[in-house]
T-cell receptor, first 115, second 114 residues
Framework: KAGVTQTPRYLIKTRGQQVTLSCSPI?????VSWYQQTPGQGLQFLFE???????NKGNFPGRFSGRQFSNSRSEMNVSTLELGDSALYLC??????????????FGPGTRLTVL | AQSVTQLDSHVSVSEGTPVLLRCNYS??????LFWYVQHPNKGLQLLLK??????LVKGINGFEAEFKKSETSFHLTKPSAHMSDAAEYFC????????????FGQGTELSVKP
């Protein structure tokens, strides 16, 4: 089975722009979660989607949004980019809703640099 | 509220010697606990998970961890380090009322000297 794929792998944007990141989960997985990884804040939960519905959301401003499609693929969008949004954005998929008893499989991440 | 504290930001061992990475957790509910590893410029890989079954959990690549409720700890160990074990390790907690949300520790960077 193919793993979690994320596109693009690298992005360079300027302040004020917006960006869309894409995540394709493992085939058959219906839950997708997003995380932001920075040297200062570590790994922080952004949101989780299951069956096209956002089930859980972290403490990020409204500039961060996401959605999930009927094929379970997910996108996250960041509007009005700030320098502090520079980070590695990781997507994880799991078979069922909730990651407690289901392993979350992570993609390689998208490295976003905001200039 | 849940939280995870990894007690060492950096651990250095010699190849062939034991590895101990320490993790304490805080959770209002019965937690699930995980250890993930991240190699440079790579995503996260699950090493092992505890989900209220056996308290001693065996994972991949010879790693294991013991859940100790009385000490609220979930330390990761390996009897003999390999050079390929050099990476960043994350202790992670999740609980039933948080759905898919994982809460990560700050990470421990493991260096392995030849």
């Amino acid at each position: 089975k193919a793993g979690v794929t994320q596109t693009p792998r690298y992005l360079i944007k300027t302040r004020g722009q917006q960006v869309t990141l894409s995540c394709s989960p493992i085939s058959g997985h219906r839950s997708v979660s997003w995380y932001q990884q920075t040297p200062g804040q570590g790994l922080q939960f952004l949101f989780e989607y299951f069956s096209e519905t956002q089930r859980n959301k972290g403490n990020f401003p409204g500039r961060f949004s996401g959605r999930q499609f009927s094929n379970s693929r997910s996108e996250m969008n960041v509007s009005t980019l700030e320098l502090g949004d520079s980070a590695l954005y990781l997507c994880a998929s799991s078979l069922l809703a909730g990651g407690v008893y289901n392993e979350q499989f992570f993609g390689p991440g998208t490295r976003l640099t905001v200039l | 509220a849940q939280s995870v504290t990894q007690l060492d930001s950096h651990v250095s061992v010699s190849e062939g010697t034991p590895v101990l990475l320490r993790c304490n957790y805080s959770s209002s509910y019965s937690p699930s606990l995980f250890w993930y590893v991240q190699h440079p410029n790579k995503g996260l890989q699950l090493l092992l998970k505890y989900t209220s079954a056996a308290t001693l959990v065996k994972g991949i690549n010879g790693f294991e961890a013991e859940f100790k409720k009385s000490e609220t700890s979930f330390h990761l160990t390996k009897p003999s380090a390999h050079m390929s074990d050099a990476a960043e390790y994350f202790c992670v907690v999740s609980s039933y009322n948080q759905g898919g949300k994982l809460i990560f520790g700050q990470g421990t960077e493991l260096s392995v000297k030849p």
